[in-house]
């Protein structure tokens, strides 16, 4: 503990380009991409297969069995894709690899949440005579929201704490105090390295249920 | 064998002449995911029993999984291994802990989920509390349950493959590993597609687990 304690305190790990400071929001920013894009694409997807009359398990079992894709192999796989098509080493093939592996839990409990809404209060908005656009804008998304949020706060955590394996393909985030340290048995620069995506995590994860409150204040005890 | 084998997307042949290798790392990827999912199954037992028996620690126990789950997964087996060694342990210790975030919340809402109507009628029958608990709360707290374990088989046979990092086996995360570093892309995608296989064989095994629990108890439970 002492030792996390010491490259947490020596000021010069913070600064310069490979400083703490400059990898952790390096890895901020990456892993807001990254929800950001998993958000977009699977709420909307969400919703649309929850209003199948058949299928949608399938669909569920489908994107649940998605997350037995190993990140670092998606990392491997893109690397060259991305190299050819010139977005080079680092960012974009670990935004690639944390979005595939953010999607499933952001679908599934939005699927759950849409899913579990009583039949009843969908007949009285459509008795109030909703179109299918109103129904979704008013109805199911306000009342999936506590479900939507809390996929979206695992997939963070999920996010945060797998996007160090960024630093395979060279993305310097946090992930590079992990490998650095590993590479060179410096067990101080490895522990602090975990230590700080852990914190980061935790943070991330206290600021969301704080969203998640005021977003939902009826849901408050 | 011929440098030809080794140039297209996937080659049917290299994997035709390591057929026997292929065997012992689906083996070995079942065994590390098994021992994973079942000793994490029992510690959340414990440790949601605690939660619903002592209310106040059950926001510490799910906050505790939750760190657990986030100490990034390269960082904990390079620290475990001074401690523990390059063993099964090593590898078992890490997976077992990212198994306690889907597990733990997922029994306690289904143990939760059982009327207590039902709790006073097994109480009456004369039941104790440990054949209340593994003959009616269990049973009725299944759908839950293996909810929470068909999520928490399917992310440790994708986690397996990262103990391949760090020699500790790893099941067929070694060819995809092996595909990486030497840039052939063979045996990443036959790692690929088994971890995917596995996944699904596991996935089925709990649809199945599922079936034969008796409807009338899966109906209750809802």
Do not use: C
């Not at chain 1, 390096?26 to 977009?40: D, N, R």
């Not at chain 2, 109507?117 to 709360?137: I, K, N």
């Not at chain 2, 839950?144 to 391949?164: D, E, K, N, P």
Request: hydrophobic share 55%; proline share 5%.
């Amino acid at each position: 503990m002492r030792s996390i304690w010491e490259f947490l305190t020596t000021s010069a790990n913070w600064g310069g380009r490979r400083g703490i400071w400059a990898r952790t929001s390096a890895h901020l920013w990456l892993s807001l991409v990254s929800v950001a894009i998993a958000s977009t694409v699977a709420v909307p997807l969400g919703i649309w297969v929850a209003g199948w009359k058949r299928g949608a398990g399938a669909v569920a079992a489908i994107m649940n069995i998605g997350r037995a894709i190993p990140s670092f192999a998606i990392l491997a796989l893109v690397l060259p894709i991305s190299i050819r098509w010139g977005f080079g080493l680092g960012f974009w093939p670990t935004v690639v690899a944390m979005v595939a592996l953010a999607l499933p839990p952001i679908f599934l409990s939005t699927l759950t949440g849409v899913r579990t809404i009583d039949p009843s209060v969908r007949q009285a908005a459509d008795g109030m005579g909703m179109s299918r656009w109103e129904t979704i804008r008013q109805v199911e998304l306000p009342l999936a929201t506590p479900q939507i949020i809390t996929g979206i706060r695992i997939s963070t955590l999920a996010v945060i704490a797998t996007a160090t394996l960024g630093a395979l393909v060279a993305f310097s985030g946090l992930g590079s105090f992990i490998e650095e340290g590993r590479a060179s048995f410096d067990q101080p620069r490895y522990l602090g390295g975990a230590a700080l995506v852990v914190m980061f995590a935790l943070l991330a994860e206290s600021l969301l249920l704080a969203v998640q409150r005021l977003l939902t204040p009826w849901t408050r005890p | 064998m011929a440098q030809s084998d080794l140039d297209g997307f996937f080659s049917w042949q290299w994997v035709f002449d390591r057929q026997a290798t292929v065997r012992d790392r689906v083996i070995e990827h079942i065994q590390q995911t098994t021992i994973a999912v079942g000793v994490g199954f029992l510690i959340s037992i414990a440790l949601s029993t605690v939660a619903i028996r002592w209310n106040w620690t059950a926001k510490p126990i799910t906050r505790a999984a939750a760190i657990l789950y986030t100490i990034p997964s390269l960082a904990l087996f390079t620290a475990l291994i001074p401690i523990t060694g390059l063993t099964l342990l090593t590898a078992e210790i890490a997976l077992i802990s990212y198994t306690l975030i889907n597990l733990v919340p997922s029994i306690i809402t289904g143990l939760q989920s059982v009327p207590a109507s039902v709790l006073d009628a097994a109480d009456g029958m004369g039941m104790g509390r440990a054949r209340r608990f593994w003959t009616v709360q269990i049973p009725l707290a299944a759908p839950q349950i293996i909810a929470g374990l068909r999520i928490a088989t399917v992310t440790t046979v994708g986690l397996v493959t990262i103990s391949s990092f760090v020699a500790l086996g790893g099941g067929v995360g070694a060819f995809i590993n092996d595909g990486r570093a030497r840039a052939f892309s063979t045996p990443l995608v036959l790692g690929v597609a088994l971890s995917i296989l596995l996944a699904v064989g596991f996935d089925l095994l709990f649809i199945l687990l599922e079936r034969l629990i008796p409807p009338r108890t899966r109906r209750t439970a809802q």
